[in-house]
């Protein structure tokens, strides 16, 4: 128990939930922090310190080699589904799609990320293409595990082909939780991922926009086409009425994350944002393989795609029916590709801008540091005039 004590203590836990999951006397449980991120609580009384938490947690370095021993030589792709109607309801190719039609067309199950009613987002198993379907698009927002980790063995145990999605550090949890297993049943997806989003500022943002608009949310896009693949535009859906933005014109909630105020403290050393990845098969979007092949690109998006094991190129390669693909050089996504460089790097404010929301709240935030406020929004709209005007003479 002492190292999962430090661990916590230290901010370093990425909760993955691992360690919830490997628990047998229910010890440990799962707490929101004022960041509203979660972290594991440890009850005392319960624990008999049998390390298994410690065991089982990614954030641990002595347990990376035992998930970092991957020989295969890794392949890169571009790939793009056929299914156009499809890719267009997509965040950026829709190689998941693809993939996971395939896994449930052999009666096996996909596991990834959902909304809650509330807006906070989840883990759940599907079995059915309606439940599949609502994993798609990009969630950003840390999703609860729950008991997906537990429930996935008891699949594997009984020989049901399981799909799980989710960020790289989810993906060590559940590699670390399930030890060695035979895991030929199982296959590991993780996403290229630029920082775990905070669930309550995130709900924050929301109430905020409902009170601009005087009206109620009811559905979130984070990742339309309406402007294009590459523009990060947002819809949110409200009853009477919308409201949309995009990254190109600093969207507050896009120039938050970019800029990665609001993401977790752990992320900012990642262990896994790097080129060698832990999983079968690493999506992403492939930025920048319209300036190499523009003839590919409609702007109905582009996935990246690394296949990191046997087990992940066998599986792809079963799906080319759905799929265009083409083998690229890794080294072509690396320059718009942070995570498969080094992690995430905390801003010089970091500590100031949490100390501010925990003080003032919200709005003041949002105000502050986004365009929802006057000062910054006339400093933008300047900004895009000289821009233009500077083009235009050109």
Known sequence: MPEIISIIDNKQCYGCEACYNTCQFNAITMKKVEDGFRYPVVDKDKCIECGGCSKNCPAIPGNMSVIKDNKYKQRVYSVRLKDTGVRKISSSGGAFTAISDKVLEQHGCVVGVVWNNDFS?????????????????????????????????????????????????????????????DLSKL?????????????????????????????????????TKIIGWKQHHILINLK????????????PFFYLYLKKYIIRKSCFSCSFASIDRITDITLGDFWGIDQVEPEIDDDLGISFVSVNTQKGQDFISSVTDKIMMEEREINLAIPRQINLRKAAEK???YELFWEEYKKFGSEYILKKYTTFGMKNKIRCLMKKFFEKYLNHKE
């Open 121 to 181: 987002v989840k883990h759940i198993i599907a079995t059915e293409l309606y439940q599949r379907d609502m994993m798609r698009q990009s969630k950003y927002i840390q999703s609860e595990i729950g008991s997906c980790y537990k429930l996935i063995k008891e699949k594997i145990k009984n020989e049901q082909l399981v799909l799980f999605t989710g960020t790289p550090c989810q993906n060590a949890g559940l590699k670390l939780y399930l030890g060695n297993m």
């Open 187 to 223: 296959i590991l997806c993780d996403v290229l991922c630029g920082g775990n989003v905070s669930p309550v500022f995130f709900k924050d943002y929301l109430k905020y926009i409902e009170k601009k608009q005087k009206d109620k949310v009811t559905d979130i896009c984070f990742r």
């Open 240 to 251: 009477k009425t919308i409201y949309q933005g995009a990254r190109r014109d600093n969207e």
């Open 347 to 349: 801003p010089e404010k």
